[in-house]
T-cell receptor, first 117, second 115 residues
Framework: AQTVTQSQPEMSVQEAETVTLSCTYD???????LFWYKQPPSRQMILVIR??????QNATENRFSVNFQKAAKSFSLKISDSQLGDTAMYFC??????????????FGKGTRLSVIA | DTGVSQDPRHKITKRGQNVTFRCDPI?????LYWYRQTLGQGPEFLTY??????LEKSRLLSDRFSAERPKGSFSTLEIQRTEQGDSAMYLC???WGGGGSYEQYFGPGTRLTVT
């Protein structure tokens, strides 16, 4: 079974600073997708960034980037120039593209990030 | 299209009552998922549909839970004889299964409180 581990239940960062959220996963498969989702307080889950396992290049979306280490099964999220609006729960998630269909996302327990002014 | 919508947003019910939640996915998405999220945890998969077919159900989905997606559009999740342990946020997500795109887009959730 696939598992996702987020070892940092809570983190805080000063506004404009950089923070890195950790994620490790476990799978015996070679082809899969990884995601970071953001869930602001009382608001819905938003996709932040995705990474295909077959791509060596780390994904980047504006201030968000990942460090994908396939051999180590590690997928960390770096947030640069942190903003107050980045305060949220961040979930790392994993999916196997099995056959022609999706399988459900497997989520970690999340990291609660607080950006401090 | 404004995204995935869910109704109601909040539901308070007494133990033993039945409840039904509705999810309207993004219109061009053919896959629809239900997840349950308890406080301090990540979402856990319950079931998913491709068009109108229910393709997979989690062991979390007891016999008291049933989901439908008639005509492959909106979906309903019904919980019969609710228990206090059913209190959670129920999330719906949808995705487009073609073209190698695996992102799932989430609705705002329905928060269920069983008293």
């Amino acid at each position: 079974a696939q598992t996702v581990t987020q070892s940092q239940p809570e983190m805080s960062v000063q506004e404009a600073e950089t923070v890195t959220l950790s994620c490790t996963y476990d799978t015996s498969e070679n082809n899969y997708y990884l995601f970071w989702y953001k869930q602001p307080p009382s608001r819905q889950m938003i996709l932040v960034i995705r990474q295909e396992a077959y791509k060596q290049q780390n994904a980047t979306e504006n201030r968000f980037s990942v460090n994908f280490q396939k051999a180590a099964k590690s997928f960390s999220l770096k947030i640069s120039d942190s903003q107050l609006g980045d305060t949220a729960m961040y979930f790392c998630a994993f999916i196997l593209p099995v056959n022609s269909g999706n399988t459900p996302l497997v989520f970690g327990k999340g990291t609660r990030l607080s950006v401090i002014a | 299209d404004t995204g995935v919508s869910q109704d109601p947003r909040h539901k308070i019910t007494k133990r033993g009552q039945n409840v039904t939640f509705r999810c309207d996915p993004i219109s061009e998405h053919n896959r629809l998922y239900w997840y349950r999220q308890t406080l301090g945890q990540g979402p856990e998969f319950l079931t998913y549909f491709q068009n109108e077919a229910q393709l997979e159900k989690s062991r979390l989905l007891s016999d008291r839970f049933s989901a439908e997606r008639p005509k492959g559009s909106f979906s309903t999740l019904e919980i019969q004889r609710t228990e206090q342990g059913d209190s959670a946020m129920y999330l719906c997500a949808s995705s487009w299964g073609g073209g190698g795109s695996y992102e799932q887009y989430f609705g705002p959730g329905t928060r269920l409180t069983v008293t």
